[in-house]
């Protein structure tokens, strides 16, 4: 009799081995190279991005102060520079590691450039300067806490199973699926 399903199992086995070795070994390789520096970095620019091309304007005429083309053409002039603050702030909510202290920091950002942006861009009157720094700093509060616990940096305590390592599937909203 030969028992050749044994072996061929036990190759598999191998093979997949040595593929989870070569993967673990890549991601290791990858994560030194601080991708998650430069994607907090990334998410913040493009953030500030949207948030005088959509988000500002969007606000305006929701609440009826002005037209939604009307505040994106008084907001153009602003994009770099926001996208620069807010790379800035994702950059610092990276390296805290908190999704509170996200929330604080991008908030923050978010409240400077939407009044800042809004009262030099759109006008000063108060109803302008209320939506468009409320706006700006709910969004970049809720930006914060997902920068901040989404991209943080693995923890280094490895003898504890629990402990999370900064990946989208440790936050809290998916630890329901955990079960």
Do not use: C
Not at 16 to 33: C, D, E, K, L, P
């Amino acid at each position: 009799m030969h028992e050749t399903a044994a072996t061929v199992g036990s190759k598999q086995n191998m093979i997949q081995t040595s593929i989870r070795r070569f993967n673990a070994a890549v991601t290791g390789h990858i994560m030194r190279i601080r991708f998650r520096s430069i994607g907090a970095t990334l998410l913040g620019g493009f953030a500030g991005l949207s948030l005088t091309a959509n988000v500002i304007p969007s606000a305006m005429q929701f609440s009826g102060a002005t037209d939604s083309f009307s505040a994106r053409w008084d907001l153009g002039g602003f994009a770099v520079y926001s996208m620069m603050a807010w790379a800035v702030g994702g950059w610092a909510v990276q390296k805290t590691g908190d999704k509170k202290m996200g929330a604080i920091i991008l908030g923050l950002v978010g409240m400077t450039t939407g009044l800042f942006f809004t009262g030099i861009g759109i006008g000063t009157q108060s109803n302008l300067l209320l939506t468009g720094g409320g706006a700006a700093l709910l969004y970049g509060a809720i930006g914060g806490m997902i920068i901040g616990d989404a991209l943080r940096n693995p923890s280094t305590d490895f003898d504890k199973s629990t402990a999370s390592i900064g990946r989208i599937g440790d936050l809290a909203l998916f630890r329901y699926y955990d079960k």
